[in-house]
């Protein structure tokens, strides 16, 4: 199936996660309802459907945060799982980034008898921390992790028992802050990352397109999971995390709509709010 997002046709169904306590700071929790009643929902020429707002389990604030992100991953994962499986169209928004652990669980779990989910993770972070590695113990910054199989047994076990994404299937887009053990972890585990500075270099167009050939060559499909701190503050000043640099949005909006593979199935919007979606499937699909 190709369907490219601007002439999607077929309802899309729209997941909400009203999440905020694994982020820096709280406030983003309140994006799920402040969307629904935005221009940007009431203009939207594609019919779309709320399918379901999970309301988040809140058991603390960092590490403490840990037994309501686990309870907040596996509902979510449920509801993308149960949208998947059904071949329809799929919208997720969240609040912080620790909503990607129950989307991507959800999906690859789902798709894994079709084969193996790739993932483009644009970000200004890695978000490959783990509760042993992190210093701030703020669990958004720890989802890639745990989606490749580090970390918490019980999130990287969310879904099913296996990690969701492989390092060689992932290319990570707008990288420029990280620390020491995140960039070892991914060094470790073959993932591509592009770096902001070689984004600024080749140009965002080129660094995409290697993204997508990374993702799609050994998968079934691939996804696009989006932080909107990976874009420019400029483009993007509501964030918790902003980091100096970042994507121009535009370009990044003109790639999306133009590229013949970022077509329709999961988004995911998060926090800053991150996002993803799963952008292409295969003829049988």
């Known amino acids: 199936m190709r369907l490219s997002f601007a002439a999607l046709t077929r309802q899309l169904n729209i997941i909400g996660l009203a999440n905020g306590n694994g982020g820096r700071h709280l406030g983003c929790e309140a994006a799920v309802k402040v969307l629904q009643k935005s221009d940007i ?3 939207c020429k594609v019919p779309y459907h709320w399918h379901s707002v999970i309301e988040e389990t809140v ?11 686990i309870a907040n991953s596996r509902n979510l994962a449920k509801a993308t799982s149960n949208v998947v499986s059904s071949n329809e169209d799929l919208l997720v928004i969240g609040g912080d980034h620790s909503c990607a652990i ?5 999906v690859a779990s789902t798709l894994r008898p079709q084969g193996d989910l790739g993932l483009i993770w644009v970000d200004a972070h890695m978000d490959m921390h783990t509760p042993d590695s992190s210093d ?21 076990q969310v879904g099913d028992e296996k990690p969701k994404i492989k390092g060689e299937n992932l290319a990570l887009v707008g990288i420029r802050s990280f620390e020491e053990p995140e960039r070892k972890l991914a060094e470790k585990l073959g993932v591509r ?14 660094c995409m397109e ?9 998968t079934y499909g691939f996804g696009m999971s989006i932080d909107i701190d990976g874009f420019r503050v400029q483009d993007a000043p509501a964030v918790g995390t902003p980091a100096e640099g970042g994507i121009v949005a535009d370009e990044f909006l003109n ?5 013949p593979s970022t077509t329709s199935s999961p988004w995911n919007s998060s926090n800053s709010y991150p996002g993803s979606i799963v ?7």
């Open 255 to 259: 790639f999306v709509r133009s590229h």
């Open 210 to 218: 290697e993204a997508v050939q990374i993702t799609s060559r050994n």
């Open 41 to 43: 929902f009431k203009s």
């Open 102 to 106: 129950g989307t991507w669980s959800g």
């Open 279 to 285: 952008t292409k499937r295969r003829a049988n699909a």
């Open 59 to 69: 058991s603390g604030r960092h590490l403490e945060a840990l037994n309501g992100i």
């Open 136 to 156: 701030s113990g703020n669990i958004h910054g720890m989802p890639l992790a745990h989606l490749l199989g580090h970390g918490n047994k019980i999130l990287r």
């Open 193 to 206: 990352v592009f770096y902001d500075e070689e984004v600024a270099k080749r140009g965002l167009q080129a």
